[in-house]
């Protein structure tokens, strides 16, 4: 890198980052999503802080993103798989009550970069996103071309402080403002 830098010139700031798998069938040896989610989590420069995964059952997909998210390690949590129709899929059903904040602009672009590769087949998610407790939190249905569209198409530009005019990265450090505020 070169000493002299431009003015705004912005370092790379890694985050801490947890994926979660949510499948009955899954094993991390056969985890094609999280693997891709974990490559491109490191290719950037991130930190992977946790990897799990659980079945199908939202008190545990609840359980296990709630304690993530009071972890002081753990800035995103994607997790993959359960977004769909069937009766198994309840993942926007148990984290979408943990949100202190939902982003539902997440959904329209993730939705629009799906339809580009998948056409129609698109409305079969129900991709979400949201804030809890200062923790980014990443709803992906549970296909290795789904992760990847909403890591490259979304989450590396976003998670990346140099991105301009704006990116998640620059926004941490001022989540919980309104909490300090009212113990002024």
């Known amino acids: 890198?070169?000493?002299?830098?431009?003015?705004?010139?912005?370092?790379?700031?890694?985050?801490?980052?947890?994926?979660?798998?949510?499948?009955?069938?899954?094993?991390?040896?056969?985890?094609?999503?999280?693997?891709?989610?974990?490559?491109?989590?490191?290719?950037?420069?991130?930190?992977?802080v946790d990897r799990a995964i659980v079945p199908d059952d939202s008190q545990a997909i609840r359980g296990k993103v709630q304690a993530w998210t009071l972890s002081d390690e753990i800035d995103v949590i994607i997790t993959t798989g359960g977004t769909g129709f069937t009766g198994r899929d309840v993942t926007p059903e148990a984290l979408e009550p943990l949100f202190d904040k939902r982003m539902d602009g997440f959904s329209e672009v993730f939705h629009r970069i799906s339809y580009d590769k998948i056409g129609t087949s698109t409305i079969q998610s129900r991709a979400t996103a949201g804030l809890s407790n200062t923790t980014f939190i990443f709803v992906l249905p549970g296909s290795p071309g789904a992760c990847k569209d909403a890591w490259d198409g979304i989450l590396k530009a976003q998670l990346d402080y140099r991105h301009m005019p704006c990116n998640f990265v620059e926004i941490m450090p001022r989540l919980d403002e309104h909490l300090r505020r009212s113990k002024g």
Request: net charge negative; proline share 4%.
């Open 1 to 48: 890198m070169s000493q002299n830098k431009a003015p705004n010139e912005r370092q790379f700031i890694p985050v801490g980052i947890a994926v979660l798998t949510v499948s009955d069938t899954r094993t991390i040896a056969d985890d094609k999503s999280g693997d891709t989610l974990v490559a491109r989590i490191e290719e950037a420069g991130h930190r992977l």
